[in-house]
């Protein structure tokens, strides 16, 4: 009688959200099934998708995934992925799907700026992973470079543009003239925005995300209250009109360094940049970062910084990166 070796058992995917985020996440998991069973190694399985309002239908996800019970999905799941944003329930859920040895997917800029520190402490702790790739500068892949490709050389100095909704906003009154309310309103449409707008315009998305670079490429805590932070909501017509006559362009600049005790010094604000300054010729939801280090010199990422798709890419990459970590354990 001959033996056959046994399928490899699916990861379970438990995926909390289905918005503009997750909504492209479950898409992408039920279209391109092949695709991420080979990369994972072994089949994906989206076990369901929690929303708060079941009975609105969401493009490609059939109604038979949604769940309005996401700590029920969590459970059974080797990898959360938790793109409801918010602190809470996120925080509980991810702080429970680490506690039980999983992998923890995370999209959430707010709660890992805030909590960072403590949520990778009971990771290690518990034997899980926590991954948010998709927290920082959405499909760039900056918090791989900064973690892992960077690892050998020493990062003295982050800048960049790090927030899509707001530059998008800057770029269209600055360069076509729109008026900022309606640059805001379709920056809503393309869902570059927070649920909360106020965190993009007021700088915080982007304090959040500067915080998050500035711990991960120095080791050390990079409080968010510590940020220094001015957003884009009280720039006059008259910012845009002295930025224009200078030559420039007005951008949102998050920057990073260390003093000469080792203390994270970062900042958010709206700095009228020379023309040819890379920064500063980065269009519409484009993000880019410049990463000056010791050996390499500058590095610089460049690429879409919101979006649903886009935003999905760096979440499926992290996925990838969790089905492989569990199947490690
Ligand atoms: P969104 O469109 O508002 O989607 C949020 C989803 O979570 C919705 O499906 C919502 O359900 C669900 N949800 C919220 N609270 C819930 C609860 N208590 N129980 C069950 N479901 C709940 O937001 P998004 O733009 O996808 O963003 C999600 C996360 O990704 C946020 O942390 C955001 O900062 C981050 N992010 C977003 C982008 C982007 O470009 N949009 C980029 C990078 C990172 P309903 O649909 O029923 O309301
Ligand atoms: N609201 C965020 C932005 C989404 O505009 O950059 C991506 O993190």
Redesign the pocket.
């Known amino acids: 009688m001959s033996t056959h070796p046994s399928a490899p058992s699916p990861l379970r995917v438990a995926l909390?959200?289905?918005?503009?985020?997750?909504g492209a996440v479950a898409r992408a998991l039920l279209g391109r099934a092949d695709h991420y069973a080979q990369r994972a190694g072994r089949p994906v399985q989206l076990l369901g998708v929690?929303?708060?309002?079941t009975g609105?239908p969401r493009e490609g996800i059939p109604t038979t995934l949604l769940t309005?019970d996401?700590r029920a999905l969590a459970e059974g799941a080797d990898v959360v992925v938790e793109?409801?944003?918010?602190s809470e329930?996120a925080g509980e859920l991810i702080e429970a799907a680490l506690r039980r040895g999983a992998q923890v997917v995370t999209?959430?800029?707010q709660l890992v700026a805030r909590r960072g520190e403590e949520l990778h402490a009971l990771a290690a702790e518990h034997g899980a992973g926590l991954h948010y790739e998709?927290?920082v500068m959405?499909a760039v892949p900056v918090m791989a470079v900064v973690r892992e490709s960077l690892a050998g050389d020493e990062v003295t100095r982050i800048r960049g543009i790090v927030n899509?909704s707001t530059n998008y906003v800057l770029d269209l009154v600055g360069r076509e003239g729109v008026p900022f309310a309606d640059a805001v309103r379709q920056a809503g449409e393309l869902?570059?925005l927070?649920?909360d707008p106020t965190e993009d315009l007021q700088g915080l998305d982007a304090a959040a995300k500067i915080a998050i670079l500035a711990r991960t490429a120095w080791g050390v805590p990079a409080p968010l209250e510590e940020v220094e932070v001015t957003g884009i909501a009280d720039l006059t017509d008259a910012d845009f009109a002295d930025a224009a006559r200078q030559g420039g362009v007005l951008k949102l600049v998050a920057s990073a360094e260390r003093d000469t005790d080792g203390r994270v010094r970062a900042s958010v604000r709206p700095l009228i940049l020379p023309a040819e300054d890379p920064l500063a010729q980065a269009r519409g939801g484009t993000n880019v970062v410049e990463l000056e280090a010791a050996l390499a010199g500058p590095v610089r990422l460049v690429g879409a910084g919101?979006?649903?798709d886009?935003?999905a890419s760096a979440v499926l990459g992290d996925v990838v990166r969790a089905g492989l970590a569990a199947a490690r354990r």
């Open positions: 909390l959200g289905g918005g503009t985020v997750g929690a929303v708060r309002d609105r309005d996401p793109v409801m944003g918010g329930p999209a959430n800029k998709a927290a959405a899509g869902g570059y927070e649920a919101a979006g649903g886009q935003t």
